[in-house]
């Protein structure tokens, strides 16, 4: 199919949407999925050939933007190769049920787009919830963590989703794998962020936990290209978006030299506060989390922290008075309880009930077992 590149200039405002029938919508989303596209053009050089003008303006003359455009970029400009790869991955996305964002979309994430370096378009598997950056909070940590560790952060995402907060993560093994899988337990919403296109979910093992984040109100997030494999230089990309989803970053668990600590460090050059979970200073695996705290990230130990520290909604119990203590005698010696139980039980907030499970669970008083039921240990 033609397009009228004639008219690039006079783009249609509206955001773009799959295209129906073969036909591939002209729009904004679209430059922007065409310049993101070209050989050796990064979200930088996105950005700054925007701040010049309209986007449509750059794809009309190129070569006014030679300083910007690499000569491998012009030539795909110049041939058509650039509309024709654009209109190739606009179809292949819609064939796999996959939605393409582009930076000024209004459902584009607020506080993603005022980053440094916005990708310019988004893949998406899910749901974009505008309100997500003031009420996300990115929960990183290792690949190979503590079975503590990932007790913990599943535990804290738990809560902290069960209270309306979004948890953003990178879908990766160990500490972001329990912080969407808390998420979910939560009834909560939560966002994988992935390093290689949504075709290629990385890795393998999570791609049952992919389809469940997109189907139970959540989003599987790429900014990478279809049929992008994961190179290890991709995840550094990936953590800045993890970093800018949200208002904020926690480090569960993370060795010295670590993702989760580029994540911290992207989050600081925007502007987001950090928190860091503590460990023992002989554990390898706290080596980082203890020296962002040293350096000034927030101590946190569970999701009531987390509340505290970002003014979310988060009941407390009154002065005096033991809850967790309480939670436990309601807990049969002999059988599980569920969680609606021990809510109905207790008389109080879901949300309290909860904090405290998650007090009882990493001090290894009580076992949670699937279903979110929980037994004495």
């Not at 190739?88 to 980053?115: K, M, N, S, T």
Request: charged fraction near 25%; hydrophobic fraction near 45%.
């Amino acid at each position: 199919m033609d397009l009228d590149w004639q008219g690039v200039a006079h783009r249609i405002s509206s955001p773009w949407r799959p295209p129906r029938d073969g036909q591939v919508t002209v729009s904004e989303t679209f430059d922007l999925l065409t310049l993101a596209l070209l050989p050796g053009v990064g979200p930088r050089s996105v950005r700054d050939l925007a701040t010049r003008g309209s986007v449509a303006s750059a794809l009309a003359h190129p070569e006014e933007h030679a300083d910007l455009l690499p000569p491998r970029a012009l030539l795909a400009l110049r041939s058509g190769e650039a509309r024709r790869r654009a209109e190739d991955e606009a179809r292949r996305a819609a064939a796999l049920g996959i939605r393409i964002v582009g930076r000024d979309e209004e459902d584009y994430p607020p506080l993603l787009q005022r980053i440094y370096d916005p990708p310019p378009v988004l893949y998406l598997r899910g749901t974009l919830v505008r309100g997500d950056g003031p009420a996300a909070l990115a929960v990183v940590g290792s690949r190979a963590a503590s079975s503590e560790s990932t007790i913990l952060t599943r535990a804290m995402a738990r809560d902290l989703a069960a209270t309306g907060v979004t948890i953003v993560s990178g879908l990766a093994r160990g500490i972001d794998t329990a912080a969407h899988l808390g998420a979910l337990d939560g009834g909560g919403r939560t966002v994988a962020i992935l390093g290689s296109g949504l075709d290629r979910v990385y890795p393998g093992e999570n791609r049952d936990l992919a389809a469940a984040v997109a189907e139970q109100g959540g989003a599987v997030v790429s900014e990478f290209p279809l049929g992008t494999t994961p190179y290890a230089g991709n995840f550094p990309r990936r953590n800045r978006v993890i970093a800018g989803w949200g208002r904020a970053v926690v480090v569960v668990e993370a060795a010295a030299r670590s993702g989760a600590l580029s994540t911290a460090r992207a989050a600081l050059e925007e502007g987001r506060e950090v928190l860091a979970v503590p460990g023992h200073p002989s554990a390898s695996g706290a080596t980082g989390t203890n020296q962002l705290i040293r350096d000034g990230a927030v101590l946190v130990r569970n999701a009531l922290d987390v509340a505290l520290e970002m003014g979310l909604p988060f009941a407390v119990s009154s002065p005096g008075v033991s809850v967790t203590d309480d939670v436990l005698c309601l807990l049969p010696r002999d059988a599980p309880a569920s969680l609606e139980e021990l809510h109905a039980r207790a008389g109080r907030p879901i949300a309290e009930v909860l904090a405290r499970l998650t007090e009882l669970e990493v001090a290894a008083k009580i076992r949670r077992l699937p279903g979110s039921l929980y037994v004495r240990a």
